[in-house]
């Protein structure tokens, strides 16, 4: 049998055996799991979370007392990463295998610094797999189904995950270009048009396709990009996403949400998934923001308390759903917080706002936002506006003012643009500028 065994369509989930296991059995396989990693990390050894045990006194692996001891051992961000790849070219020396065991390799996308290298084993590869599944049986997907997505590709491994992902779930997978430019965006809607997906194109640049459309004159449905939701708002205090990945570099499918509770179902067999306070290392009451922290579990190569400095909060009570793994809500990463005029607020926030005013958001939303000093100056907008009516421009500057102003209490200044100005990207744009 090549791939996952076939499930009864009907059934509520992937694989009930570990998403509806009770609670306290799941606890005891976290704690061997756990206790096993620690195990390789002393004997392989694992320097660099080595010598963040020996900080906790951790020297054997009896000496930390499972899950719930966590706490103690030292949290590793990303420039640990970074620093250990510098110190010990290329590969650092937070590996728990030799590299050439791993059959794949992506580095991230190195907006913050010199990109990290992920290599995943065949079996790291069907961890994420089996998670993707899990993620897509409860969104609704069944094998069979024809999917589309547009993520980028080589070094950059996103897009390679989740094309293997589908496949391995049964998907046949329509893997369009990303939209860089017309030409490219133009091939996927084309493309759609004659072989047109089960499932909507969703994704970040979904604004693309529909502007490309739109200049071309290809009516939505026949590519099928009708029936699209805009990403919904949230941030710090006010809700969050469901915690659906912790990074590719950690794990991209860590859970996904049922659609019937807030948040999102950990994969806790695969995972501790923790809201931490970085200055005590302890856990934030539940519903409350901290660090994103993620242990990983049972793979070949994993992170030890990896802290992503994105906010997450944990929800532990009950789902009628069936599963029984605690939920999480994703608050946004620290680094794309804005701070003025004595507020903090996600530029998702920001940009639930503007999308929620027709003018701006048809046929895309494009915008930048200066990045504030954190100071009282109005918050700099810049965003395209399609109409080249001055009337309908200037009530457009006035319904952006005043709803910003309602919904984050900030203060903007905006300068409105005729369409194509602002730069087009693929994948992320560029959102948050300099000047
Ligand atoms: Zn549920």
Redesign the pocket.
Same mark, same amino acid.
Request: hydrophobic share 0%.
């Given at each position: 049998m090549l791939g996952p065994l076939p499930r009864d369509p009907h059934q509520a989930l992937w694989d009930p055996e570990k998403q509806a296991m009770d609670p306290e059995q799941r606890r005891e396989l976290q704690d061997e799991r756990l206790a096993a990693m620690v195990a390789r990390i002393l004997e392989t050894p694992v320097p660099l979370f080595r010598d963040k045990l020996a900080q906790a006194g951790v020297r054997r692996s009896e000496d930390l007392g499972g899950v719930d001891d966590l706490w103690r051992i030292p949290l590793t961000v990303k420039q640990d990463l970074r620093d250990s790849e510098a110190a010990e070219p290329p590969w650092g020396a937070y590996r728990f295998t030799d590299p050439r065991q791993g059959v794949r390799l992506g580095t991230s996308t190195g907006t913050t610094g010199q990109p990290t290298i992920t290599v995943w084993t065949r079996k790291d590869l069907w961890v994420e797999y089996e998670s993707g599944a899990r993620n897509w049986w409860r969104m609704g997907y069944r094998p069979g189904m024809i999917v589309t997505h547009a993520h980028p590709a080589y070094l950059y491994g996103g897009g390679q995950m989740l094309q293997a992902t589908y496949e391995y779930f049964g998907l046949l997978s329509l893997w369009v270009p990303p939209p860089d430019t017309d030409e490219l965006a133009e091939q996927a809607v084309r493309f759609w048009t004659r072989v047109t997906p089960d499932i909507p194109f969703m994704g970040f640049a979904t604004g693309r396709f529909l502007e490309v459309a739109n200049k071309l004159g290809i009516p939505l449905e026949d590519a099928g990009l009708t029936g699209l939701k805009a990403p919904p708002g949230f941030g710090l205090g006010r809700g969050g996403m469901p915690l659906m990945t912790a990074g590719a570099e950690c794990y991209a499918y860590v859970g996904g949400p @049922?659609g019937?509770?807030p948040g999102a179902?950990i994969h806790e067999d695969w995972a501790v998934v923790q809201a931490v306070d970085p200055s005590t290392g302890r856990e934030v009451p539940d519903g409350e923001w901290g660090n994103l922290t993620v242990t990983t579990l049972d793979r070949d190569n994993g992170l030890l308390r990896y802290d992503l400095e994105e906010a997450c909060a944990i929800l532990r009570e009950p @789902?009628p @759903?069936g599963?029984t793994a605690i939920r999480g809500l994703w608050g946004g990463r620290f680094k794309d917080l804005l701070a003025c005029q004595g507020t903090r607020f996600q530029l998702n926030e920001l940009e639930a706002v503007l999308r929620g005013i027709d003018e701006l958001s048809r046929p895309s939303l494009e915008y930048q936002v200066i990045r504030p000093d954190g100071g009282e100056d109005p918050l700099r907008v810049r965003v395209e506006v399609a109409s080249e009516d001055p009337d309908a421009r200037s009530r457009a500057a006035e319904r952006t003012v005043s709803e910003v102003r309602d919904t984050l209490g900030v203060i903007v200044d905006v300068e409105l643009l005729d369409r194509d100005t602002i730069p087009r990207a693929g994948y992320k744009a560029t959102r948050i500028v300099d000047s």
């Open positions: @049922c019937q509770s179902h @789902c @759903c599963e």
